[in-house]
């Protein structure tokens, strides 16, 4: 008899540990297919160190081949699903439409930049979701120190000098951190630029950084920031975005050449197009994260909307920490259809949090106890060692090396900055049709 055949959506953390329990719980009894725009898992925490030079962009890269050598991978992008026939439609890298049957289908799209109505930052805002994104802004970074090392003028220098994150979550916060000592790093090097100010400023409309924290990380955080001299503005954002600054919504203008959009995240659009019940982009799905009248689909990460059986009433919230878990839990609930094991709902409480600020700091709360300084930043990077699926050696050696060598500061040049535009429909490729 035919084998059935699993399709994954997606590779990120929800798509990627599922492809991988299923390797083990459906192999030999079933066709595991992932279609994704990459061939690659990418561990996107650790990006901002890809920004400040600290890693190289493939240690955040893990194989799909090497990794889940019984899963067929299929590169593209996928763009709407045929419920009723049981097709997923997809776009291979060369723009060819394709689609796939399935018999058991679990959708793991993940998310793409939130963007908000405000004037000209789809133009000149840069996002932060990718690889291209984080070799962008590492060598855009260098570009602008040694501009402001070229220039003559002082206007002009302390806009090449002026960097702006908006939002102060996980990810603004961290790039803000590691961007203003990269910088400095940089400005140090150069001796005309000896008394020159780098100036980073850290936006966010909450009334604090990672205000989806405990309030202790927050204020290690903000500390480490202002020390640093990162002017954390909370209650503020940008009102309009122009070719040489930015107004923000104090209607200060701030001259800079260097926008960085860390807002949020927004389920995939692909969602949208299902004609599926949703909850703010997110599809419905039961505490089983099947789609409800599809026993045959399910969905998790940042695509679903999953309950919180730890807090009745809520859906569970868009972190990898909860997307590894429910691919893992939507795999076994797909085996279980085939004999292995029993169905289970997905229950998972929160085992704290890591943000890594940068030198010797972080601030971290493993099993709900707070931490910061160096305990916390062995705590972090610990748990990212451990969290890796690949490339561990690799990260620890850079790491190594980033503590006893002089860092490299050279520009690759190999993105430019109309191959990141912030809207972008998806974090690894734009999409051509």
């Known amino acids: 008899m035919k084998r059935p055949r699993i399709v994954i959506v997606g590779a990120g953390f929800a798509g990627y540990h599922a492809a991988r329990t299923l390797c083990r719980l459906a192999r030999g009894r079933a066709d595991i297919v992932v279609i994704n725009p990459t061939d690659y898992f990418l561990y996107v925490p650790l990006l901002p160190e890809v920004a400040a030079g600290i890693l190289e962009p493939r240690r955040l890269t893990v194989s799909l081949a090497d990794t889940l050598p019984d899963v067929r991978l299929v590169l593209g992008e996928v763009d709407g699903l045929d419920l009723e026939h049981r097709k997923v439609r997809y776009a291979d890298p060369v723009d060819r ?5 399935y018999d058991r289908l679990i959708i793991a799209a993940g998310s793409v930049n939130k963007l908000l109505p405000i004037p000209g930052v789809t133009e000149y805002a840069h996002g932060f979701r990718g690889i291209p994104e984080a070799v962008f802004l590492r060598d855009h970074l260098t570009q602008q120190i040694e501009l402001a090392d070229a220039s003559d003028n002082p206007a002009e220098r302390n806009a090449l000098c002026t960097f702006v994150v908006v939002g102060a979550g996980y990810t603004g916060t961290e ?14 090097r150069r001796p005309r630029l000896r008394h020159q100010r780098m100036r980073w400023l850290l936006l966010d409309v ?12 927050s204020r290690t955080a903000d500390k480490v920031l202002r020390e640093r001299g990162v002017e954390v503005l ?17 209607k200060s203008f701030v001259p800079t050449h260097s926008l960085v959009w860390c807002v949020g995240v927004r389920p995939d659009p692909m969602v949208d197009g ?15 994260l099947n789609v409800p009248d599809h026993p045959e689909v399910f969905a998790c990460g940042d695509a679903a909307a999953v309950p919180d059986l730890t807090t009745p009433g809520e859906v569970t919230p868009m972190t990898a920490q909860h997307a590894e878990r429910q691919g893992k839990r939507a795999a076994k609930n797909v085996a ?11 229950v998972h409480h929160d085992l704290g949090f890591v943000v890594d600020l940068g030198g010797t ?10 931490l910061a300084g160096l305990p916390a930043k062995a705590v972090t990077r610990g748990y990212h060692l451990l969290s890796m699926p690949g490339n561990r050696i690799r990260t620890a050696t850079d790491w190594l090396y980033d503590a006893v060598l002089r860092r490299q500061t050279t520009q690759l040049g190999v993105i430019p900055a109309a191959d990141v535009p912030l809207e972008t429909a998806s974090p690894e490729r734009t999409r051509k049709h």
Do not use: C, W
């Open 97 to 101: 439409r394709e689609e796939i049957r």
């Open 175 to 188: 790039v803000a951190a590691h961007g203003v000592l990269y910088t400095e790093l940089l400005r140090k």
């Open 206 to 217: 909450a009334d604090r950084v990672l205000p989806e924290l405990d309030e202790r990380l």
């Open 234 to 250: 909370m209650g503020t954002s940008v009102e309009e975005a122009m070719h040489d600054g930015v107004r923000l919504t104090d």
């Open 274 to 288: 299902l004609g599926l019940k949703t909850e703010k982009g997110r599809l419905l799905v039961d505490e089983y």
């Open 336 to 346: 279980a259809g085939f004999g292995t094991g029993e169905r289970q709902p997905y």
């Open 361 to 370: 700091q972080a601030a971290a709360n493993p099993l709900h106890i707070p």
